[in-house]
């Protein structure tokens, strides 16, 4: 199945429709067949819109095989489910996944951990190599704290909340999807907890949220009611990692020493299980 043009592409038709109704699609990070599998058949049992999201490690690790199957189990659902690429922390590794055929939809181009004119001026010239091929783009003005598992370490760089006016200058780059800093954080929030600037996110969206989709990252700890405030400051699409991935390491802990193919299917079902939550919690459930 070859990917559509630009106009047609399938994360933003997937987040535009979210936009105009009011509810938010799940992105699932995603580091093995179970889990791209488990969104797949979640999407379809709550019908419901979703995005796979692989890192960066699953081509360092696998080549193009694991975008393949990826792409081939997204775009064969009954569901609309598209392919995104997140943390794409090169030039190189940005362009080297774009031109893999047929495969993501979406690519994050994120050059955060360099300095703000270095990261604009790379950003615009990858968003329209991305375009050329029909791939929509995402960026992060600012920084989000943190280290995730699959992503170049940058827990050691200095988070850097977002502005309305740096939010500006990164759609003037033609990006598709903006990741806001506004106190969210990748990977465990540590001792102060979750505290979110809500009003920040709320003039981001205010200044850009009708040119832009505006993306979560760092939800894995959130509840409802977080998810709620922060789709009512515009945000459409949600990242999710541990949320899911958790629940396969526990029934791994649990039922070792069982066939194989017991675990996996297991494993399957429980980040399945987990995935319709976050469905119904963001309003997706039944939107497909």
């Avoid at 929509?136 to 989000?144: M, T």
């Avoid at 806001?180 to 003039?203: S, T």
Wanted: aromatic fraction near 6%; glycine fraction near 10%; charge should be negative.
């Amino acid at each position: 199945m070859g990917r559509p043009p630009l106009s047609e592409n399938r994360t933003m038709s997937i987040l535009n429709k979210a936009k105009a109704g009011g509810y938010a699609v799940p992105g699932m990070c995603c580091y093995n067949i179970e889990s791209i599998i488990a969104t797949v058949k979640a999407a379809e049992a709550a019908r419901s819109p979703a995005m796979v999201l692989l890192f960066p490690w699953a081509i360092q690790y696998a080549g193009d095989s694991l975008v393949k199957a990826a792409a081939d189990a997204a775009h064969s659902a009954s569901v609309p489910v598209s392919l995104h690429l997140d943390h794409a922390q090169t030039p190189e590794l940005v362009r080297r996944a774009a031109d893999i055929p047929d495969g993501f939809d979406s690519i994050m181009c994120d050059m955060s951990h360099y300095e703000k004119e270095e990261n604009l001026k790379l950003t615009a010239e990858l968003v329209q190599y991305c375009h050329e091929r029909g791939i929509a783009a995402e960026a992060e003005p600012g920084r989000i704290e943190g280290g995730e598992d699959g992503v170049a370490e940058t827990a050691d760089l200095e988070g850097l909340l977002t502005t309305p006016e740096e939010a500006e200058e990164f759609v003037n780059t033609g990006i598709d999807m903006l990741a806001p800093a506004f106190g969210n954080v990748h990977g465990e929030y540590g001792p102060r907890g979750i505290q979110l600037e809500y009003d920040r996110l709320q003039a981001i969206n205010e200044r850009v949220g009708e040119r832009v989709r505006l993306v979560l990252h760092g939800a894995d700890p959130f509840d409802e009611e977080i998810f709620r405030k922060c789709m009512a400051g515009g945000v459409t699409k949600v990242n999710i990692n541990k949320g899911m991935n958790n629940h396969y390491a526990r029934v791994q802990d649990e039922i070792k020493g069982k066939p194989l193919t017991s675990v996996i299917e297991a494993g399957t079902k429980a980040m399945q299980e987990a995935i319709e939550q976050y469905m119904h919690w963001l309003g997706s459930a039944g939107k497909a």
